[in-house]
């Protein structure tokens, strides 16, 4: 159990009263870690003023001794903090950092993402009940930031920070293209034109299918990559296991 003011994960001048097991601890991650079970947060009902150490139902303000337990309190999630603009999505059913009038709620997402991202992105339905396809962890309720790839699909930031540290651009899930290489593609295109294959592979062709835009089509082998005949893309593969066929000059 950490010591005031708070712990690792929030500032907070209390501790919770665990629902499950009425052990005291900080924060729900904080029981999380030390127990063989989970806090359930909405289930909370009573605090400890970490000044005068009264025992009391959850509130923001302590009864006892008028010591503020945190700038911001919400009284479903029962959560304390410092001020980060935090506000709580009821259609998500938590709290989320704001502020408020920069994100927007996607309904088929079921996700707050930045006002920048509405109409501009990809729905997939419920995405945000998927864990992490990287960490396999929970996105929904992580204090970590979600990214959106352009397929829709969705990672911590963190995780996908670490994807392109290690030179991965494609989408775990669906292997769609992580981010805009449009650029990658024409750097690609100046790299096979200065390095012709040798003559007898010079013709040769190959079923490709592109994993950004899901066409088949036929390219021209080349070792260095195989590029897509409908988007220009480079992020293909062989199409169903066929071998390269080739004709000598």
């Given at each position: 159990m950490a010591s005031s003011p708070g712990c690792e994960h929030y500032v907070r001048f209390c501790l919770l009263k665990a629902p499950c097991c009425g052990k005291l601890y900080v924060c729900r991650l904080c029981h999380d870690a030390e127990e063989n079970h989970q806090m359930d947060r909405f289930k909370v009902k009573e605090v400890q003023c970490s000044e005068c150490l009264t025992i009391q139902k959850?509130?923001?303000?302590?009864?006892?001794?008028?010591?503020?337990?945190?700038?911001?309190?919400?009284?479903?999630?029962?959560?304390?903090?410092?001020?980060?603009?935090?506000?709580?999505?009821?259609?998500?059913?938590?709290?989320?950092?704001?502020?408020?009038?920069?994100?927007?709620?996607?309904?088929?997402?079921?996700?707050?993402?930045?006002?920048?991202?509405?109409?501009?992105?990809k729905c997939v339905e419920n995405v945000s009940?998927?864990?992490?396809?990287?960490?396999?962890?929970?996105?929904?309720?992580?204090?970590?930031?979600?990214?959106?790839?352009?397929?829709?699909?969705?990672?911590?930031?963190?995780?996908?920070?670490?994807?392109l540290r290690n030179c991965a651009y494609r989408c775990p899930l669906c292997m769609h293209s992580a981010l805009e290489m449009q650029n990658h593609w024409e750097e690609i295109d100046q790299e096979i034109a200065q390095s012709p294959m040798p003559t007898e592979y010079r013709n040769a062709t190959v079923r490709i299918m592109c994993n950004d835009c899901q066409a088949h089509s036929t390219a021209s082998f080349h070792v260095l990559g195989m590029k897509c005949g409908n988007c220009g893309s480079y992020n293909t593969a062989q199409d169903g296991g066929r071998r390269v066929k080739w004709w000598r000059m």
């Amino acid at each position: 159990m950490a010591s005031s003011p708070g712990c690792e994960h929030y500032v907070r001048f209390c501790l919770l009263k665990a629902p499950c097991c009425g052990k005291l601890y900080v924060c729900r991650l904080c029981h999380d870690a030390e127990e063989n079970h989970q806090m359930d947060r909405f289930k909370v009902k009573e605090v400890q003023c970490s000044e005068c150490l009264t025992i009391q139902k959850a509130q923001q303000t302590c009864e006892k001794c008028s010591k503020q337990f945190g700038e911001y309190y919400c009284d479903i999630c029962h959560l304390f903090d410092t001020d980060k603009k935090q506000y709580h999505c009821l259609p998500c059913g938590i709290c989320r950092i704001g502020p408020r009038d920069e994100y927007f709620h996607c309904n088929k997402c079921n996700l707050c993402l930045a006002q920048t991202l509405e109409g501009k992105h990809k729905c997939v339905e419920n995405v945000s009940r998927q864990n992490c396809p990287v960490c396999m962890e929970d996105i929904h309720t992580s204090r970590i930031g979600a990214h959106v790839l352009p397929c829709g699909h969705l990672l911590h930031k963190t995780c996908f920070d670490d994807m392109l540290r290690n030179c991965a651009y494609r989408c775990p899930l669906c292997m769609h293209s992580a981010l805009e290489m449009q650029n990658h593609w024409e750097e690609i295109d100046q790299e096979i034109a200065q390095s012709p294959m040798p003559t007898e592979y010079r013709n040769a062709t190959v079923r490709i299918m592109c994993n950004d835009c899901q066409a088949h089509s036929t390219a021209s082998f080349h070792v260095l990559g195989m590029k897509c005949g409908n988007c220009g893309s480079y992020n293909t593969a062989q199409d169903g296991g066929r071998r390269v066929k080739w004709w000598r000059m």
